[in-house]
């Protein structure tokens, strides 16, 4: 689960890290209002107006603009509130800006320089070990880093059985090129920013940049925070910070109907039991010539009410012009998904696309001659090879 900046930032300043201090605004009057809070409370006299979506690239789409007045927080907040932005991770569609958030101006003038850096804290799963990822060369495509100079990136890895330890942030900090009252603040920085991201049971936190400011703060300017799902049943107080409006409505209707649902841009929707068989039913997709319009899951007991909720999320992309359902029948009889199948395809209706049925394993005999019976539109299937063939015949 993503969060936005201004979310990530206050469960930063909640572990002790420093960040920069911003005031979240739904409408450019209420800007202007956190603009004048956050003035008096920090003395600040410029304003960086930040777009909160999920998605980052936000300045090069014109999501991020300095305010050097308070009419220009108006006039940047108007601009903003509403756009559909788009950058280098949110696609040519882009997404709607709801909320932004004003923020302190921290590149202020002093006797020495500022200087960006990256870092991140995530799971390696080469090692099974939390790693801290970091790189003088901050503010820039981490990606671009990595492929033009390798070499400035580095990385520490953390024992689970002992954590974070003192010696490690001290070399993070001294890697970093920081000295002085910088070098004591990137190691507080750094241990700060490794216990929220274990507390919180996060599956990514990433600063950029982390700005060493004129007078040798550590500061987080930005913050992206991804939470890991299957843990938030510890942490309800962040799973209210879910955004719906930032998802898929056809992945948020799914999740509500418990079917495990990712779209992608293809022709061919899949219904399967199993992420694995998933896996390979795309796969046999694309081989027939294909392209899966989507990973859909619909766990190990698929009842006709599963199979009915699955085909209407599935029909929802009007990309798709066929649909393969590939079953295995371990836990749950094949006939009893084959009469699903055709109960749900009743309930519905015309369902305008072919559907290819492949069932296996318990009682699939039967289950085929009950698809083959039921007079509809569907076909079915014994072998991978036979679900693609149709697939192929159906398309073309």
């Known amino acids: 689960m993503n969060l936005h900046e201004y979310q990530s930032k206050e469960i930063l300043s909640k572990y002790g890290v420093a960040i920069q201090r911003g005031i979240v605004a739904n409408t450019p009057e209420e800007a202007v209002a956190a603009a004048k809070t956050l003035s008096e409370q920090t003395g600040t006299g410029w304003w960086v107006?930040?777009?909160?979506?999920?998605?980052?690239?936000?300045?090069?789409?014109?999501?991020?603009?300095?305010?050097?007045?308070?009419?220009?927080?108006?006039?940047?907040?108007?601009?903003?509130?509403?756009?559909?932005?788009?950058?280098?991770?949110?696609?040519?569609?882009?997404?709607?800006?709801?909320?932004?958030?004003?923020?302190?101006?921290?590149?202020?003038?002093?006797?020495?320089?500022?200087?960006?850096?990256?870092m991140s804290v995530l799971l390696d799963r080469s090692t099974g070990k939390n790693t801290i990822m970091y790189s003088t060369e901050g503010g820039m495509d981490i990606e671009e880093v990595a492929h033009n100079t390798p070499h400035l990136i580095f990385k520490e890895e953390i024992d689970p059985l002992v954590g974070l330890q003192p010696f490690q942030a001290r070399k993070i900090a001294f890697n970093l090129g920081v000295s002085g009252d910088a070098f004591k603040n990137m190691v507080k920085f750094v241990h700060s920013l490794y216990n929220a991201y274990t507390d919180i049971d996060a599956a990514l936190f990433e600063i950029n940049p982390v700005l060493k400011t004129s007078d040798d703060k550590i500061i987080a300017v930005d913050a992206k925070v991804n939470l890991d799902e299957n843990a938030l049943y510890r942490h309800k107080d962040l799973a209210a910070l879910r955004d719906l409006k930032e998802e898929d409505p056809t992945e948020v209707e799914a999740g509500q109907f418990n079917l495990n649902y990712v779209k992608l841009d293809g022709n061919v929707g899949c219904m399967v039991n199993g992420a694995g068989l998933a896996m390979a039913t795309m796969d046999i997709i694309k081989l027939s010539g294909g392209e899966p319009a989507n990973f859909l899951d619909v766990g190990g007991t698929a009842s006709a009410e599963t199979v009915k909720n699955a085909f209407h999320i599935i029909l929802k992309d009007p990309n798709v012009k066929a649909i393969l359902i590939n079953i295995f029948g371990g836990i749950v009889r094949c006939d009893r998904v084959a009469n699903g199948v055709v109960e749900a395809y009743q309930s519905i209706g015309d369902i305008p696309v072919p559907i290819i049925v492949r069932l296996q394993g318990t009682n699939a005999v039967e289950a085929k001659k009950i698809i083959d019976d039921s007079g509809l539109n569907v076909h079915s299937a014994i072998t991978l090879q036979e679900a693609a063939d149709l697939v192929r015949q159906v398309l073309h």
């Open 49 to 118: 107006v930040k777009a909160q979506i999920h998605a980052g690239g936000r300045g090069k789409g014109g999501g991020v603009k300095l305010a050097k007045s308070l009419d220009e927080v108006q006039s940047r907040s108007n601009d903003i509130i509403g756009m559909q932005l788009i950058t280098p991770q949110t696609g040519p569609e882009g997404k709607k800006v709801h909320h932004v958030l004003i923020a302190e101006d921290v590149y202020y003038p002093g006797a020495s320089e500022t200087k960006e850096f990256y």
